[in-house]
Every structure is written in C-alpha cells, then in structure tokens.
C-alpha cells in the first residue's frame, strides 16, 4: 500500500519513516505504551501490506509523484511556507488520483470545513500537531479501509466478462479488511467509536468495556451525554449539538462519563463528522481515558501550591536583594560593564558612561569584538585572554578614539557567569592624576635646568676679580631652591637677599628705591603659585 507525506520539516518527516517502518521501542517509554503501539503498528501493517511510504518536502514535488503513482492515504502539512498549501497540493492529487485520501496534519487549519468539503469532497481528516502515533495508526487504517471499500466498487463497476468472480474478490477482500480493522479496533487500548447524525452511537469497539464497563450491546442506540452523570448532561448534550449542528470537528474534548460501577471516568475525545455522497451522517473519532493523568495533574497541582507557598515567602527577600546588588552596581563611582559570550554588552552603570563620554543605549548597543578603540588600546587583546584563561587582569589603557575625548583608563577584567564565558570590565579614570603628574615631571626638570644654568652664570662671574660686592634679590616659592641659590652665591662673594613670593619681592624692591640702594641682580622663578 502506498503512502505519501508532505511536509516542509524534515523532522516530522523522520517521524512518519518512523511510524511507518514498524519502529518498536521508544526510549524510557513505560511498557504499556510501548506494546500498545507495537500492537496498533503490528496491526497497521497486516492491514495495508507491504507500506510504501513516500516523503516529500513541497507540495509540487508531490502532485507529480501522484501523477505517476497511486496513493492510498497523503499526509499533508497544510501551511508549507516557499511552495503550495496544504489545499492546493491535495487539490492536484485528487486530479490525478480522486479516491486517495487526504489527512491534514497540521497545528492551525485556515480553512473552514464547508470550504474544504466544496474543493475535496468527502475524503478527508484533521489530525493536529503535535502528532498522536496511535491517532495517526487508527486513522490511516480508517481511510486505507474506504480507500481498498472504493477501489473495489470501481474495479467491479468496470468489470464484464468477470463481474460476479471480481464482485466475490471483493466482497472476501472487503470482509478480510473489515475483519482486520475490527480485530486491530478490539485490540487498540482506546475507544473507537462512530454515531449517527443525531449523536447516537452505531458502532464502539471492545475497549469500551474496560472505560466504562458496560458492553458494546449496552452502548449502541445511546448518546454521549446519556452516559454521564447528571449534573454533566445538560450542558454537554447543549455543547456536543451546537459543534454537530456546525458540522465542527472534536479536537482534544475533555469529557466527564459515569462508570457502570457509579464512579467517574475523565476522558478525551477527538472525531471528525462523517460525509455519505455529500450529506453529512454522522461522526467518527476515538476516546482515550485521562482518569489517571487528571488524578497526577491534581496531585501536581497541589505540590505546585505547596512549592508556590514556599516560593512566595522567600520571593521579596529575594527581590530586595536583586534591588541592593542593583542599586550597588547603578551607584559605585567605579565604571561598571558587563558582557556577554558574543561581546555584547548587556549591563553597564551610569559611571561607566560618564567616564566614557557616552550613553547608556550606547554602551548596550556596544560589542568589544567591533570596537576600534579596545583593539588600539589593548584592552582588546586582554579581554579575549581573560576570558580563555579564566584569570583576572589589571589593566592600564590610554584611548584616543572615545569622540572628544583623550583617556587615561586603569580597568580591572574578570570573567564571569555559570561559564565563565561572560566579561566584567570595572573601570577607573586616571585621565587627571596621569596629567597632573606629567605637568609636575615637567615642572621639576624646568626648575632644575634653570638653577643649573643660574648656578653656572655665578661660577663664570666669580672667577672674575670684583670691586664691590653684588646685591641680588631671589624670588622663588621653593624654599629648597632658594637655599641652594643663596648658598651658592654667598660662597661667590654676594650679598644675597631672599622673597618667598612676588609680594614680599615687590615689598623689597620699593624698600631698596626709598633708600637708594638698588638690586645688582634680581633672580625671579618664571613660575609662582601666588603671583602679585
């Protein structure tokens, strides 16, 4: 029997070969689940023997395999992005091949039923995503059985000379067929179930009795509400008629029905309505019982209470942390920044944003892999070892790329995170202590040369004879100076007077006009911090 699966996930494409290709096992899987679908795939593949499955990623690629081949069941995703629809390529199978059968398997259906019905006949299921392995089984031998039902009736509608020996094949056939679904229906652990129009069932199969313990015989002729309990009839019999008279489908309907034994049974249905020559008769679907998954979800629900409680009480403690460690990170004069394992940042604090000279949304649209300023710096190349290594690193940088501004940085790097895969950069700005120390480096070795030079002028003059002795005013604020300067013109023979400051200086040279005594020489420091 040939089957075909479209679908533009190569996933669920591994997971029809894997259906169908009779995979038994399923890792850690309990064992009941594990032997009913051995027992559903067993019988699968006695019904349609021997599988050929056909997997497809587009929709056109599809409508010409079934040009050339006949398929007795496709699989069809109904939204195929970059190709065909899910409508449109069952529409080009059904051109070529109108009895084979079209399964939807898809997690939204955007077409209504009357739609689908008007382009594709009767035909046709829903099946959602994701995928029931045992929904899918039961609905493929559903459909493979109408589909073998209508190849027959063709081939004996167009016999002749052998019309009653095809019309014998095809009712042993169709009986062995019939004998199969029912023995694999008797078998399967959920219910399957058909009703007519009115809801009343006309055909369930043997699991019934182990759900609700009544028989086959029992069931037949009733509807669903008139097996559950009284305060569940009303309103499931006004909800079941409302989706019936809209020809709706059954999708994951969580039902409440009442054992033979008086207790509750919780269940989920899915069913499609069944269409005859275009006239809807009924529905057809299958049950599963959630009895015991409800009582686990009600047991897990009140451990989630319990845990939530527990949660709770510890939760604003945890917030007023979280608020602190904040608060710590937003106030610290230091410069803060975090980044991720690709080289963005995804935190930084006001500080930092200061330092740098730029915004928030700035810094957090930064990654250190693309800036130009890291990489001439080196912060860069140490911000990748950091990281390799798992090891901190002091860091002295100077950056001239920051827009308008020339730094001085010391940073701090430290690799962070579960992984350590995450940097954490804590930055100082040393731009003014780095220029205040350059300016008095310079100032020192200014002062030196001159007291060098001034020192050596005097030794010139002293080894020339002199008359009279030399008057001279030093004006320096560097006590250190002037006693050097004093010393060393005392000893050449000079009458040395001294001012620590311009003012004092000035004070001594209108002094020495009144008297009429004036200065030889004046030695003046070109730099004074308190000037006149």
């Not at 939760?315 to 106030?331: G, M």
């Amino acid at each position: 029997m040939n089957l075909l699966a479209v679908d533009d996930d190569p996933i669920i494409l591994e997971i029809y070969r894997n259906i169908f290709s009779m995979q038994k096992h399923r890792a850690g899987g309990p064992t009941d689940q594990v032997d009913i679908q051995t027992e559903a795939q067993s019988g699968l593949h006695q019904l349609l023997s021997p599988i050929v499955l056909d997997t497809v990623e587009q929709g056109e690629w599809a409508a010409r395999m079934a040009a050339e081949k006949n398929y007795a069941v496709a699989l069809l995703d109904m939204n195929m992005p970059g190709g065909w629809s899910g409508l449109r390529t069952a529409e080009e199978i059904i051109k070529h091949s109108p009895q084979t059968r079209i399964i939807f398997v898809s997690a939204h259906i955007d077409y209504s039923l009357d739609k689908l019905q008007r382009k594709l006949g009767a035909n046709f299921a829903f099946l959602h995503k994701p995928i029931d392995e045992n929904a899918l089984i039961q609905l493929v031998m559903l459909l493979v059985n109408g589909y073998q039902r209508e190849l027959r009736l063709v081939g004996a509608e167009a016999g002749t000379l052998q019309a009653n020996q095809v019309k014998d094949e095809l009712i042993q056939r169709l009986e062995e067929s019939e004998k199969r679904f029912r023995d694999l229906a008797e078998s399967a652990s959920d219910w399957i179930w058909e009703t007519d129009y009115e809801g009343r069932y006309t055909f369930v199969s043997e699991p019934v009795n182990n759900f609700l313990g009544y028989t086959g015989p029992e069931i037949l002729g009733r509807t669903t509400w008139e097996l559950m309990p009284e305060e569940e009839r009303e309103r499931t019999a006004k909800m079941l008629k409302s989706i019936m008279a809209k020809r709706g489908r059954l999708h994951e309907l969580e039902l409440t029905f009442q054992h033979k034994m008086g207790y509750e049974v919780v269940v989920v249905s899915n069913g499609l309505p069944i269409f005859h020559q275009g006239e809807w008769v009924g529905y057809r679907g299958v049950t599963r019982d959630i009895s015991r998954r409800k009582l686990m979800e009600t047991r897990l629900e009140q451990e989630v209470k319990e845990r939530t409680e527990e949660l709770y009480q510890s939760k604003e403690a945890i917030r007023e942390a979280l608020h602190l460690n904040s608060t710590i990170i937003d106030e610290a004069p230091t410069g803060i920044a975090v980044y991720d394992s690709t080289g963005r940042c995804i935190r930084a604090n006001s500080a930092i944003g200061k330092i740098m000279g730029v915004s928030g949304d700035q810094l957090l649209a930064q990654n250190y892999h693309e800036l130009s300023s890291w990489k001439e710096s080196g912060l860069y190349d140490s911000a990748v070892e950091v990281v390799a290594s798992k090891q901190t690193q002091q860091v002295d940088a100077h950056l001239d790329s920051i827009p308008g501004k020339s730094l001085d940085l010391n940073c701090q790097m430290v690799a962070i995170g579960k992984q350590k895969n995450h940097l954490m950069l804590l930055v100082a700005d040393v731009t003014a202590v780095k220029q205040a120390d350059k300016r008095l480096r310079h100032f020192d070795e200014e002062l030196e040369n001159q007291v060098n030079h001034q020192v050596e002028e005097l030794r010139k003059k002293q080894s020339q004879p002199l008359n009279y002795q030399f008057r001279v005013l030093i004006i320096e604020d560097s006590a250190t100076v002037r006693y050097v300067v004093e010393e060393g013109l005392v000893e050449a023979g000079f009458i040395v007077e001294t001012a620590e400051s311009a003012e004092v200086g000035y004070q001594k040279i209108e002094q020495a006009l009144e008297q009429g005594c004036l200065y030889d020489g004046i030695l003046l420091d070109w730099v004074l911090r308190k000037r006149a």
